[in-house]
């Protein structure tokens, strides 16, 4: 038990936050409520994690209105403009509030951070000019990015060391469902509606036809006002997130939990991050190559920028047809449940691992996945359908209606199977950031992880179209199909290639990390007269 040794001015000894149960009866109901006090972060933080994670579809699924309703569409540069420094601000942003995260308390980062993201979008709402939106949508990704930042830090402190992959899970469904959210919201606030006639034949046309058959009132409420509804709801998720109590710093890290559970030892204030720990922390050859493995969030910025792209075009799907969403329909639902399942399944396993001793499992079982979803999603990509001529493999082989839905049906089962490892790769990436580095440390380099994981999308976007135009200009019928495939083969083999020297070095990084919180409990110990007596 322990006890308090040669403590001047007081009588009785330290309290745990969590004293031990005096009965083994209350064991079961302690066991469900710590359960419940660790997921409590999480359900504070799933409101602003949605509002936050659905800002940039706010901005994507508005992008048609927003060009009809400033009149960019002879000169689309300054809404590409508008697009890459968000996204590179928003990058800056996690970078430098990762490292703040680290110095500073975290509560008052992400109440700051929360209201100033959220009166951005209630500006953007208010905009009558697009310097106005440009303005303003820079400053509510900067801040969204300084949000997820934080956050970040808080959840890693909230979960048990051993519980990490599981946390980080939670977070990238959270999200997922946070940018799906922001796509519905826009749709049900837009009244536009779009019925081309003859003579828009092209895009300049169409753009003209939306706003003549559209009244200028109509176009601006319905872009508008997704981004006020945002903004407000994120005001009062932020009075929610006010009694929220910030997790001690390394108070779940097993090697210090005993020592930290006492109310008076504060990690915190023996040990910060300094700015010459990052030539330190860059000396970590786990950390090196982690940061630098953004290649696989390449391909993911491809999917998601040119998505609505690939199933209209590439592969002729009409969404305003009935027998079109069927077909569509068998070959989506695999990949969402493959999505959803591999998310979480994954990640609890390496987690299970790692509580059974095996310290280097999340590294193991990513660097696994980093090389088993290729053959998988490769098979699947490589079907190219095309609904309006019922043909698969691209025009290759000719179906009946019923034989195409049967190939929908396997390719997005090929895919779902794909996805469903490549899905965990992230939440175990994130989760082994923090296990090879020191409690002050750990924003700062998730930080950095999440910066580069921003650029690699940002270079997706940007490295698709110059590879679509490439497939074009050889009369390509199917020019995003063969850039996901040609995709996969480089920047997906480039990815499973780092994570082998990630799996090299982890243990090591590892080990080290233990010894030293090892002798930091000792020294917190004698710090504050703690004594370990038999």
Not at 97 to 123: E, H, N, P, T, V
Not at 332 to 338: A, K, N, T, V, Y
Request: charged fraction near 15%; hydrophobic fraction near 50%; proline fraction near 3%.
């Amino acid at each position: 038990m322990m006890r308090i040794k040669n403590r001047k001015n007081s009588n009785k000894p330290f309290e745990k936050s969590n004293p031990t149960p005096k009965s083994s009866k209350s064991t079961k109901s302690r066991g469900l409520k710590m359960i419940l006090n660790d997921y409590k972060p999480i359900l504070y933080f799933i409101p602003l994690i949605i509002l936050i994670s659905s800002d940039d579809a706010t901005l994507l699924v508005n992008e048609v209105l927003i060009i009809v309703f400033f009149q960019l569409e002879n000169n689309l540069t300054p809404f590409g403009i508008l697009l890459g420094v968000s996204q590179i601000t928003k990058a800056i942003s996690l970078l430098i509030f990762g490292y703040l995260a680290d110095k500073f308390q975290r509560k008052k980062l992400l109440l700051i951070s929360s209201l100033c993201w959220a009166i951005s979008d209630i500006m953007i709402s208010f905009s009558e000019s697009f310097v106005m939106l440009f303005t303003f949508r820079v400053l509510s990704s900067a801040f969204a990015g300084a949000a997820a930042s934080v956050i970040l830090s808080l959840l890693a402190d909230s979960f048990s060391s051993d519980d990490r992959g599981m946390s980080f899970a939670i977070w990238t469904m959270i999200s997922t469902i946070g940018i799906a959210i922001g796509g519905m919201l826009c749709s049900a606030f837009n009244k536009v509606t779009v019925d081309f006639d003859e003579s828009a034949d092209d895009f300049i046309a169409r753009i003209a036809n939306i706003r003549s058959t559209n009244s200028t009132e109509i176009i601006q409420q319905s872009w508008q006002t997704p981004f006020l509804v945002f903004g407000l709801f994120g005001l009062g998720f932020i009075f929610l997130a006010m009694f929220f109590k910030e997790p001690k710093r390394a108070a779940k890290e097993k090697t210090l939990a005993d020592i930290l559970a006492y109310d008076e030892v504060d990690y915190s204030k023996f040990y910060s991050i300094k700015l010459s720990d990052l030539k330190y922390i860059w000396k970590r050859k786990t950390n090196f190559f982690l940061v630098v493995n953004f290649f696989d969030t390449i391909l993911a910025g491809m999917l998601v920028g040119y998505l609505i792209m690939w199933i209209s075009v590439d592969m002729g799907f009409d969404v305003s047809d009935s027998s079109s969403i069927g077909y569509l329909l068998l070959f989506l639902i695999p990949i969402i449940g493959g999505l959803i399942w591999g998310n979480f399944f994954w990640p609890k396993r390496a987690d299970e691992a790692v509580k059974k001793g095996k310290l280097t499992a999340r590294v193991r079982t990513a660097t696994f996945l980093g090389w088993v979803h290729l053959p998988f999603l490769l098979l699947g990509f490589a079907f190219i359908p095309n609904y309006q001529t019922m043909t698969l493999f691209k025009g290759a082989v000719e179906t009946t209606p019923f034989t195409f839905g049967v190939g929908l049906t396997i390719m997005g089962l090929l895919i779902g199977i794909g996805m469903s490892f490549e899905m965990a790769v992230g939440p175990l990436h994130y989760s082994s950031m923090v296990d090879v580095n020191l409690p002050e440390h750990r924003s700062t380099m998730i930080a950095a992880a999440s910066f580069m994981d921003a650029i690699g999308r940002a270079l997706g976007t940007t490295i698709g179209a110059v590879i679509m135009d490439f497939f074009i200009a050889r009369n390509s019928p199917s020019p995003i199909s063969e850039t996901l495939l040609f995709s996969l083969i480089t920047f997906g083999v480039i990815s499973g290639l780092l994570w082998l020297p990630i799996y090299k070095y982890a243990n090591g990084d590892f080990t080290e990390v233990s010894r030293i919180l090892q002798e930091r409990k000792e020294f917190l110990k004698q710090q504050h007269g703690i004594s370990q007596e038999e």
